[in-house]
């Protein structure tokens, strides 16, 4: 159970905020729970969400196959909504590691089902998940596992608009005995808009029926390394248009003490509106000083909201079940896109946390 307190952020009045979770082991392998949340932290508007979800496990069907199965029912009570404030989802999966793998699963997503203090990336819609792939594991040879295989998504909304259907072909995913890996995949991607949305600053995606396509090479270094990359570069169709995408996530662990991760995201998109370029660039250094005393650091920038967001946490753990931590948070923005960029917000928090046992 955990119990907030909030001052006042958007009226004259401080929030309560509650949410609590039980669940217990059922069957050899399985468990189910429920949980409920109270408050509303971002407005004075009362929310209440309840629900409960059982998952079932099976490891014991031989020759390492594995059956999961998920099912979950949430309904929330905010007020000024009425009815259409239910989610539920129910899938099957097989996770295997070697031979055949796949997962079939459903979810609906109500119009109203409003998680105040949950996160819901979209409501009103319907969606299908489809898998299925086979992995090799070739004896006696450099290589470890050799996978292909086929995935879709397919989202309708409740109310008739806007519809995401999304295949991924696997082509190829090829991985060597130091779980270096490399991979090939092709989209293929519908998207019906019903109204028009603004893309970036001035270029309108119109209202209409759009079907396209784009491939990636995603390449991965073993974690063992002193130096490694999770890189990924994509090039095709984007709407009416083309995009170029380059992501890449490198990391430098010189020592047990120090790790160093450099990130960023490159997107060069061409319309027919127009053009645009996205940058998004991040930074990690964490520095462990000894089985005690850590300090983490996060840095981001990113061109579209011409935003620095830092965030630097020290952490003190004497031992398990006692913690301090002390974090600062701070935005900065270029208000008038001359790159002279203004602090926008900062905050202090410090967090003790004490576990009795007994």
């Known amino acids: 159970m955990l119990g907030v307190r909030q001052d006042s952020a958007t009226g004259p009045e401080s929030v309560d905020l509650f949410v609590g979770r039980v669940a217990t082991n059922v069957l050899e392998e399985s468990s189910i729970g429920l949980i409920v949340t109270s408050g509303n932290p971002d407005a004075s508007v009362d929310n209440l969400l309840v629900g409960a979800d059982f998952r079932y496990l099976n490891s014991r069907l031989g020759d390492g196959r594995v059956l999961e199965a998920t099912a979950w029912f949430r309904k929330t009570d905010t007020e000024g909504l009425e009815g259409d404030d239910s989610a539920y989802s129910l899938s099957i999966e097989m996770p295997n590691s070697e031979g055949w793998r796949g997962e079939l699963g459903f979810k609906t997503l109500e119009e109203n089902y409003f998680p105040a203090l949950g996160f819901a990336s979209r409501?009103?819609?319907?969606?299908?998940?489809a898998e299925v792939g086979y992995i090799w594991r070739p004896q006696d040879s450099w290589i470890r596992?050799?996978?292909?295989?086929?995935?879709?998504?397919?989202?309708?909304?409740?109310?008739?608009?806007?519809q995401s259907n999304e295949v991924e072909l696997n082509v190829v995913t090829v991985e060597n005995q130091s779980a270096?890996?490399?991979?090939?995949?092709?989209?293929?991607?519908?998207?019906?808009?019903?109204?028009?949305?603004?893309i970036s600053d001035g270029i309108v995606i119109p209202v209409g029926t759009y079907t396209f396509?784009?491939?990636?090479?995603?390449?991965?270094?073993?974690?063992?390394?002193?130096?490694?990359?999770?890189?990924?570069?994509?090039?095709?169709?984007?709407?009416?248009?083309?995009?170029?995408?380059?992501?890449?996530?490198?990391?430098?662990?010189?020592?047990?003490?120090?790790?160093?991760?450099?990130?960023?995201?490159?997107?060069?998109?061409?319309?027919?509106?127009?053009?645009?370029?996205?940058?998004?660039?991040?930074?990690?250094?964490?520095?462990?000083?000894?089985?005690?005393?850590?300090?983490?650091?996060?840095?981001?920038?990113?061109?579209?909201?011409?935003?620095?967001?830092?965030?630097?946490?020290?952490?003190?753990?004497?031992?398990?079940?006692?913690?301090?931590?002390?974090?600062?948070?701070?935005?900065?923005?270029?208000?008038?896109?001359?790159?002279?960029?203004?602090?926008?917000?900062?905050?202090?928090?410090?967090?003790?946390?004490?576990?009795?046992?007994?």
């Open 123 to 129: 409501t009103d819609f319907t969606g299908t998940e």
């Open 180 to 198: 270096d890996s490399l991979s090939l995949n092709h989209y293929l991607v519908e998207e019906r808009l019903t109204a028009s949305f603004e």
């Open 145 to 162: 596992a050799i996978e292909t295989g086929l995935d879709g998504e397919f989202v309708n909304a409740l109310n008739g608009r806007d």
């Open 213 to 358: 396509d784009y491939s990636c090479a995603t390449l991965v270094t073993g974690q063992q390394r002193v130096l490694t990359t999770e890189s990924t570069i994509c090039d095709g169709d984007f709407y009416d248009g083309s995009i170029f995408v380059f992501e890449t996530l490198t990391t430098w662990r010189p020592s047990p003490h120090l790790k160093v991760v450099l990130g960023g995201e490159y997107n060069d998109v061409d319309l027919p509106q127009g053009d645009f370029i996205t940058r998004l660039v991040r930074l990690n250094v964490d520095v462990a000083f000894n089985t005690a005393w850590s300090w983490e650091n996060f840095l981001q920038y990113d061109n579209d909201s011409e935003t620095i967001g830092i965030n630097s946490i020290l952490r003190w753990i004497p031992r398990a079940g006692r913690e301090t931590v002390l974090a600062i948070n701070s935005q900065l923005e270029d208000f008038d896109r001359d790159r002279r960029f203004q602090s926008y917000t900062t905050d202090l928090t410090l967090k003790l946390s004490h576990t009795f046992r007994f």
